[in-house]
């Protein structure tokens, strides 16, 4: 009988030890976006037209305040290699100019996220073509079905992060590319 | 005592730990979340989700990128595969430093080979136009009894130097798309503009080859005194000429889409 008490003694202070782990996290959630249904998308501008590209294989992970609900971290990366305009010879053009085997992804990490009612205020790190510069924007959130989906854009200048402007027919494309996202969370059950 | 317990704590601690770990500081085990500003109630996603690569920086998520694509033509194959002859005789060995100077390699042919086609294009127009000149004289010249109208030398002569040059441009600028190292990438995407591209240019490619054929044959026929088939080769030869044009002049503009 002293034996069984003992054991559940220990089991309850390892539970403990765990659950203090937990609770000193802050009460927050790490959520990963669905690959397949979440995207990252570019947008380039030639003066003959323009073409937008984009990459399912994302990995994204934002964590929740679980008191306020509120995001507190976002962080994204992507395999530049996963960018598809409909047109590889374009892509392949793209990572060449990227230098996509010396830096194959483009990540953002968040720095500052403020909550304004349902939309959200980020600010934070950039890291493509092995420069990494502060970027901000706002971005949406809604919840749809069993789904979580924040929605944002923001726009970067190419020969800020070094790279340099890819040409078709030797016209150069502009130097801003726009960047938007659609990441989508699963909602959990009780 | 210890050791009959011992053995229970560490299963439990077993048990809990990889979670512990897995959720790291920031996320306990899944608990409701997103009470406010959101409509509907969220909770922590399954464990699979969370066992998704944590992702916490670049340099975790970084890929290995393969240094070739998976499909190559035969050319690229022949010359710049694992096996080519650029790997094999160790000009252009497969090593990602390697890879990224051939890179910048293509990325020249390829704008060479943009200049080329603009070249050649207005090549062409001379070309058909002395050509046009020609096979107007000569029809002209054939069409009643003999002694034939004299044939302009001049224009014959004007129009297969232009062809000369303009073949030469051609050759070049083909050679410059046909040997350039393959992409990082090559995906399956029919119908866009450098597949509609590259299809024209097996059209704009066979009727390059056949043209001097035809009009060397036609002017063979002609120095023999075959009108009717001379007549007939120079037809052959003006349609070919035509639909060769159009067929570069529409792989050069399906590039600007």
Known sequence: ????????????????????????????AKLAATPGVSSLTYKIVH???????????????????????????????ADVTSFDSGNSNRDSHAMEVVDALTYPTVSFKSTNIRTLGTGLSVDGDLEFHGQTHPVSFSAATSATGDTLAVAGSTSI??????????????????DTIRISFQMKFPKGTH | MKNKHLPI????????????????????????FLESGLSGEFLAPPREDILLPPADSAAEAKP??????????????????????????????????????????????????????????????????YGQKNIDQWNAS???????TPINRSIDRTHRNLATILFASYMATASLSIFSPPPLIRRDDWGGTTSIHKTLAWVHFAGML????????????????????????????????????????????????
């Open chain 1, 1 to 28: 009988m002293t034996n069984i008490i003992r054991s559940v003694t220990c089991t309850v202070c390892v539970f403990a030890l765990f659950a203090a782990g937990t609770l000193s996290a802050g009460g927050a």
């Open chain 2, 64 to 129: 290995k990128i393969k240094l070739l694509p998976d499909h190559l033509s035969l050319m690229e194959s022949a010359l710049w595969g694992e096996s080519g002859l650029m790997r094999i005789t160790g000009i252009a060995p497969l090593t990602p430093s390697a890879r990224k100077s051939e890179l910048g390699v293509r990325r020249f042919m390829l704008t060479a080979h943009q200049i080329g086609g603009f070249v050649t294009m207005g090549l062409f127009i001379p070309t058909l136009i």
């Open chain 1, 47 to 77: 003066p003959m037209h323009e073409f937008e590209s984009v990459s399912h294989d994302v990995t994204c992970t934002i964590t929740v305040d679980d008191s306020s609900g509120t995001i507190r971290t976002a962080f994204f990366s």
């Open chain 1, 157 to 174: 200048s190419m020969t800020a992060f070094g790279i340099d402007r890819p040409s078709l027919l030797l016209v150069p494309v502009q």
């Open chain 2, 210 to 257: 056949a043209l001097p054929f035809l009009g060397s044959a036609a002017s063979s026929a002609d120095h023999h005194g075959n009108i009717s088939q001379a007549k007939n080769l120079r037809t052959i030869h003006q349609v070919v000429a035509y639909t060769t044009a159009a067929a570069f002049t529409a792989s050069l503009i399906i590039m600007t889409f």
């Open chain 2, 142 to 148: 054939e069409s009643g009894h003999p002694p034939y």
């Open chain 2, 9 to 32: 704590i560490i299963v439990l601690a077993a048990l809990l730990l990889p979670g512990n770990l897995l959720f790291g500081q920031d996320s306990p085990p899944p608990r409701s």
